[in-house]
């Protein structure tokens, strides 16, 4: 069974800081999915990176998928209070859709 | 909003009671899924249905079961409930069966359960 093992757990930034939150695996991901989720409501998809060394951006965020596929990251540049929630990555193998312990971010003002 | 919906939003039962958790998939949305989040476990998959079958299961108890309906919503069923069944329940929903494991899930606000 794939694990998905994410770092930090939490984080505490001041607004206008950089970060990078790091979602790691023993095996190769087929493809990785980042989400974000809010107190309250279900995660949302915010990226899915399929090739390895693949670069996505969306906004602020740099979204990274490791040249040999088992590793990925998501930096946030100029962080903002509304980046703040739960960073999810996770990993779909044969319709079970796998998930990382998360990354808490707090963005204080 | 995702345009999968959840019922009920809060739930406060009793252990040794049985619930039912329900969920409407977006217009169109053929697979439905359900997954469990407790603070200790983290987001887990719990069962996978499609077009009425069940497709993939994941960590699952014996104690729950899942069925798709012919218009598509799903209920959750969890019985002879346990303190440790207090978690939040999500609900999500996509087009095809995620053979393609690219395809995007959608997910809904979620139910929250107490179990006291």
């Known amino acids: 069974t794939q694990l998905l093992e994410q770092s930090p757990q939490f984080l505490s930034i001041q607004e206008g800081e950089n970060l990078t939150v790091y979602c790691n695996s023993s095996?190769?991901?087929?493809?990785l999915q980042w989400y974000r989720q809010e107190p309250g409501e279900g995660p949302v998809l915010l990226v899915t990176?399929?090739?390895?060394?693949e670069v996505k951006k969306l906004k602020r965020l740099t979204f990274q998928f490791g040249d040999a596929r088992k590793d990925s990251s998501l930096h946030i540049t100029a962080a903002q209070p509304g980046d703040t929630g739960l960073y999810l990555c996770?990993?779909?193998?044969?319709?079970?859709?796998?998930f990382g312990q998360g990354t808490t971010l707090q963005v204080k003002p | 909003d995702s345009g999968v919906t959840q019922t009920p939003k809060h739930l406060i039962t009793a252990t040794g009671q049985r619930v039912t958790l329900r969920c409407s998939p977006r217009?169109?949305?053929?697979?439905v899924y359900w997954y469990q989040q407790s603070l200790d476990q983290g987001l887990q998959f719990l069962i996978q249905?499609?077009?009425?079958?069940?497709?993939a299961k994941g960590n699952i108890l014996e104690r729950f079961s899942a069925q798709q309906f012919p218009d598509l919503h799903s209920e959750l069923n969890l019985s002879s409930l346990e303190l440790g069944d207090s978690a939040l329940y999500f609900c999500?929903?996509?087009?095809?069966?995620?053979?393609?494991?690219?395809?995007?899930?959608?997910f809904g606000p979620g139910t929250r359960l107490t179990v006291l």
């Open positions: 217009s169109g949305d053929l697979s």
């Open positions: 095996s190769v991901f087929s493809s």
């Open positions: 249905y499609y077009n009425g079958e069940e497709r």
């Open positions: 999500a929903s996509s087009p095809h069966t995620n053979h393609k494991s690219t395809d995007t899930q959608y």
């Open positions: 990176v399929v090739t390895g060394g």
């Open positions: 996770g990993s779909s193998n044969t319709g079970k859709l796998i």
